[in-house]
């Protein structure tokens, strides 16, 4: 694969920023390593950069810190984050961060690529079908009080501005498309991930759940369901 696609990757461990920074340029990116929280900082500052690798762990300012910076001041360049903590509780943190997938250490590299590839394809998301577009004339969609605007990448539940991650907003607009159809695992890993990370994966479960937090508050009616052995669906009841 040749891509021009530029990657800042953050990693303090001097073998694995270099073991990464490799695999990656032969793979055809633009690599700007740096060894950590501070200067990942300046380098997405000043270069940038179109994905971004982040190792949770590093001296300094964290990845958690970084990607919490960068989202304060508007940036969404995707962030990947590369963590040796793969509680769920530790993976809700770097959701909450902003950051848009995780990778738990030790990783296979092709994994690596695989995600990252994924993240890319998403930062620019294709135009919205106009078969699919049944809402108001801006093109937005509605499902009960909630609001999604796929050209502006905006959401609304019940007049109020919901504030997500680029994987939230693509795995949600997935669902307001497809509202009250059941989506399996697979389908829903394909069409947001770009690969199934196999059943043992919680991944999804993570995203749905923290997606809940957002979408489904306390005092609205529920739109995101599970179907216990299918998959999920969005609807009014």
Excluded at 56 to 85: F, K, N, S, Y
Excluded at 139 to 147: F, M
Excluded at 179 to 193: N, P
């Amino acid at each position: 694969m040749t891509t021009y696609n530029t990657v800042l990757l953050a990693e303090d461990d001097r073998a694995i920023r270099h073991a990464l920074e490799r695999a990656l340029s032969l793979e055809g990116y633009q690599v700007i390593a740096v060894p950590d929280g501070i200067e990942a900082l300046a380098a997405a500052h000043r270069e940038h950069p179109d994905v971004i690798v982040l190792d949770v762990m590093m001296p300094g300012l964290d990845g958690l810190q970084v990607c919490r910076v960068l989202r304060a001041e508007g940036d969404r360049t995707p962030i990947l984050m590369l963590t040796a903590r793969v509680d769920t509780a530790d993976r809700i943190e770097g959701l909450d961060a902003g950051a848009d997938d995780y990778v738990a250490k030790p990783f296979d590299v092709d994994e690596v690529f695989a995600r990252l590839r994924a993240l890319l394809r998403r930062a620019a998301p294709a135009p919205w079908p106009a078969e699919e577009e049944t809402g108001p004339d801006d093109g937005s969609k509605e499902v009960a009080d909630l609001r999604l605007d796929p050209s502006a990448r905006r959401v609304w539940r019940a007049g109020a501005e919901l504030d997500l991650t680029r994987t939230e907003f693509d795995l949600l607009e997935l669902l307001v498309r497809n509202s009250g159809i059941v989506l399996d695992h697979a389908t829903i890993y394909d069409r947001i991930w770009g690969y199934d990370f196999g059943p043992g994966s919680k991944n999804l479960a993570v995203y749905i759940g923290y997606l809940r937090r957002k979408v489904d508050q306390p005092g609205l009616i529920p739109l995101i369901h599970t179907v216990r052995g299918v998959g999920y669906t969005l609807r009014k009841a």
